[in-house]
Nanobody
Framework: QVQLVESGGGLVQAGGSLRLSCLAS????????MGWYRQAPGKERELVAR???????NYADSVKGRFSLYRAGVKNTVFLRMNNLKPEDTAVYYC????????????????WGKGTLVTVSS
């Protein structure tokens, strides 16, 4: 069974940095894209950054120049480096993977992690 396991959230002061990591585990045939979404209290979930299999990375306008999404080491792991954090970055961050499992008759679908809380104090 495919699972996305996140780590790295926490409390940080404005201007600080955090790094989130996400590991996709289980039987995986192929990965189309991996990335991060976030949901602040009272708001809808929104895309933060997404890395496609062709190497293209998309960022939300609000994080461009401050956040960096990259893959390193194990292929099924992505990292989100967040610099110059602002109070408005406070949210639960969810890892997302669009992938195909190794199960028979599987197809491309979205998988989600359980979320990790990032709190930025002013």
């Amino acid at each position: 069974q495919v699972q996305l396991v996140e780590s790295g959230g926490g409390l940080v002061q404005a201007g600080g940095s955090l790094r989130l990591s996400c590991l996709a585990s289980g039987s995986i045939f192929s990965i189309n894209a991996m990335g991060w979404y976030r949901q602040a209290p009272g708001k809808e979930r929104e895309l933060v950054a997404r890395l496609s299999s062709d190497g293209t990375t998309n960022y939300a306008d609000s994080v461009k120049g401050r956040f960096s999404l990259y893959r390193a080491g194990v292929k099924n792991t992505v990292f989100l480096r967040m610099n110059n954090l602002k109070p408005e970055d406070t949210a639960v961050y969810y890892c997302n993977g669009n992938l195909r499992s190794g199960d028979r008759d599987s197809y491309d679908m979205d998988y989600w992690g359980k979320g990790t809380l990032v709190t930025v104090s002013s």
